[in-house]
T-cell receptor
Framework: GENVEQHPSTLSVQEGDSAVIKCTYSDSASNYFPWYKQELGKRPQLIIDIRSNVGEKKDQRIAVTLNKTAKHFSLHITETQPEDSAVYFCAASAHNNAGNMLTFGGGTRLMVKP | EPEVTQTPSHQVTQMGQEVILRCVPISNHLYFYWYRQILGQKVEFLVSFYNNEISEKSEIFDDQFSVERPDGSNFTLKIRSTKLEDSAMYFC???????????FGSGTRLTVV
């Protein structure tokens, strides 16, 4: 089955700096890669996603890049703000007609210091 | 914005007891999922449900677990005989399509004592 590794497990940055979180996956059939933000005690919330036919996607201060050959994808947050502090999870899936099982990485706790 | 609703938000149960966790997916969604998250750990897939049957399940989803869509709106997860290690946050999710992102509910924190 799919295995997703995520690094680093914790990341501390100064407000205004950039943050980069990296994930690798094992199943070459995976074709969908979402990123979720989870604040303490809350539900995971989708912040950005990318499909395997695209190499990069950007949405304001966040961007995701995908390297299919190397089987890795990354989340980039620019101009970080204290409210970006949360746990971020990457995930991967190879959808089929019956659904879309996500395999999550271990999470990165991002702390943005004011 | 439509939401996935889960009840209860917190359930405490004695080891060996049965629990039913309830979810109301977004109304026009066709695909339903249960995930769990042990405190401080990653989110783990349990089961997906489509067209009134289980489409995929993980190794975690053993004979103690079952899911049901008893009517047009509810989607339930039953744990027949709870164990201490079942203590976790259980998230329900739904999606309109079999691909792409989906919406998670706010979760049920299950504590087995």
């Amino acid at each position: 089955g799919e295995n997703v590794e995520q690094h680093p497990s914790t990341l501390s940055v100064q407000e205004g700096d950039s943050a980069v979180i990296k994930c690798t996956y094992s199943d070459s059939a995976s074709n969908y890669f979402p990123w979720y933000k989870q604040e303490l005690g809350k539900r995971p919330q989708l912040i950005i996603d990318i499909r395997s036919n695209v190499g990069e996607k950007k949405d304001q201060r966040i961007a995701v890049t995908l390297n299919k050959t190397a089987k890795h994808f990354s989340l980039h947050i620019t101009e970080t703000q204290p409210e970006d502090s949360a746990v971020y999870f990457c995930a991967a899936s190879a959808h089929n007609n019956a659904g879309n099982m996500l395999t999550f990485g271990g999470g990165t706790r991002l702390m943005v210091k004011p | 914005e439509p939401e996935v609703t889960q009840t209860p938000s917190h359930q405490v149960t004695q080891m060996g007891q049965e629990v039913i966790l309830r979810c109301v997916p977004i109304s026009n969604h066709l695909y339903f999922y249960w995930y769990r998250q042990i405190l401080g750990q990653k989110v783990e897939f349990l089961v997906s449900f489509y067209n009134n049957e289980i489409s995929e399940k993980s190794e975690i989803f053993d004979d103690q677990f079952s899911v049901e869509r008893p009517d047009g709106s509810n989607f339930t997860l039953k744990i027949r005989s709870t164990k201490l290690e079942d203590s976790a946050m259980y998230f329900c999710a739904s999606s309109a399509q079999g691909e792409g992102g989906y919406t998670f509910g706010s979760g049920t924190r299950l504590t087995v004592v």
